[in-house]
């Protein structure tokens, strides 16, 4: 009788040099406004051990998208992201011995808060710049998952329910600024002061109040940016005498600002729809849940606003958070487990989601780009 040997069983000790990895999946991560390179804290080593351990004969690599200033119109980003993933991926390619543009590294974009977006954006460009509608796509993203991300903008009550810890800091945030600001007026308009002084600084005050309101919700509660936010709605409408600091804070509000721009809202989740529909390219949205907590907050409250239709709505998956004292909290502490006790379940369901779309992609052919 014939003895069997170590080296004639797939699971042998040179089984991995006779047979690489039939998949390369990068996981690519990449943070909101104002995030950071740790912004997704250990995330993203978690969901590269989950994946290695529970897909076979794959090499699972999780890379964050470095540190990028978040101001500027959105599009500029997106094409810095693209350039950045087209290089990383020739590289790895190259690196596993795949060929550089083979397509065989299949990529997951998973973003936080506006990093959704971007990531939206950028796989909505590399579709659209394709030779032709028959090409396949390149980098082969097979993947764009979302946490948080505001695809239809923030939810109305998010700084209504947040203000009592938001409060206190624009209030002690506006009243500096405001008296910087008048420092400055006074100092370029001495001879005007004693008769413009009572109605300026009215005006400015209702100015920046006003400026306050409207921008805050987009600078803090998209990056955690609380008081950078409270400084650019005042140096918006300062600018004739702040052109430094307006100059910031336009190249910084310019960025959130497509949060306020309802159809393109609309027309990226229709091209996202689109796209998974025709190039099987999957698509979901974690979203904060936080429970009723009456009698102070007697309905669930969210950090976004969720879609209407069935259609979209599959596509948003709820994650309950029971720790976080606010929307903003629970949208800024949603990958750690201090501040998440859903932490662990976002990872596991994240995990599935990528497991069947790696699953899905195996029984298709890889084609050459």
């Not at 699972?60 to 991926?89: M, Q």
């Not at 100015?207 to 950078?228: F, H, M, N, R």
């Not at 849940?289 to 907050?297: E, G, Q, R, T, Y």
Request: charged share 20%; net charge negative; hydrophobic share 40%.
């Amino acid at each position: 009788m014939a003895q069997s040997s170590e080296h004639d069983t797939p699971g042998g000790p040179h089984a991995e040099s006779r047979s690489p990895p039939a998949d390369l999946i990068l996981v690519i991560f990449i943070h909101g406004f104002k995030g950071t390179d740790t912004t997704f804290g250990g995330f993203p080593e978690r969901i590269q051990y989950i994946l290695s351990e529970s897909i076979d004969n794959v090499l699972v690599e999780s890379i964050v998208f470095p540190a990028y200033e978040t101001k500027g119109e959105l599009s500029e980003a997106v094409i810095r992201f693209a350039d950045w993933l087209t290089s990383l991926t020739v590289e790895r390619e190259v690196a596993r011995g795949l060929g550089g543009g083979a397509g065989k590294a299949k990529i997951i974009l998973c973003g936080h808060s506006m990093g959704g977006l971007l990531a939206a954006d950028a796989l909505i460009e590399f579709v659209r710049t394709r030779p032709d509608q028959g090409a396949p796509l390149w980098p082969n993203i097979i993947g764009c998952l979302a946490f948080d991300t505001p695809y239809l903008g923030l939810h109305p009550h998010v700084f209504r329910n947040s203000a009592t810890q938001a409060t206190s800091y624009a209030q002690n945030v506006l009243s500096s600024f405001q008296s910087f600001t008048k420092q400055t007026s006074a100092a370029s308009n001495s001879s005007r002061a004693s008769i413009a002084a009572p109605a300026s600084a009215s005006r400015s005050t209702a100015a920046s109040a006003s400026a306050w309101q409207k921008w805050a919700p987009a600078a803090y509660a998209v990056g955690g940016a609380l008081i950078a936010g409270a400084a650019a709605g005042a140096a918006y409408y300062r600018r004739e005498e702040l052109s430094v600091s307006y100059k910031w804070a336009s190249d910084h509000m310019k960025y959130v600002g497509t949060l306020w721009d309802e159809g393109k809202l609309h027309k990226r989740l229709e091209e996202l729809l689109a796209i998974e529909e025709q190039m099987g390219v999957i698509f979901r949205t974690f979203y904060t849940f936080l429970p009723p907590a009456p009698p102070s907050h007697p309905s669930p409250r969210t950090f976004i606003v969720l879609p209407k239709t069935p259609q979209l709505a599959q596509h948003f998956i709820q994650a309950p958070n029971e720790l976080a004292t606010d929307e903003v909290h629970a949208h800024t502490g949603m990958f750690d487990i201090k501040t998440n006790d859903g932490y662990y379940e976002i990872g596991l369901t994240t995990a599935q989601l990528i497991r069947e779309v790696v699953s899905t992609s195996r029984t298709q052919p890889v084609e050459q780009a």
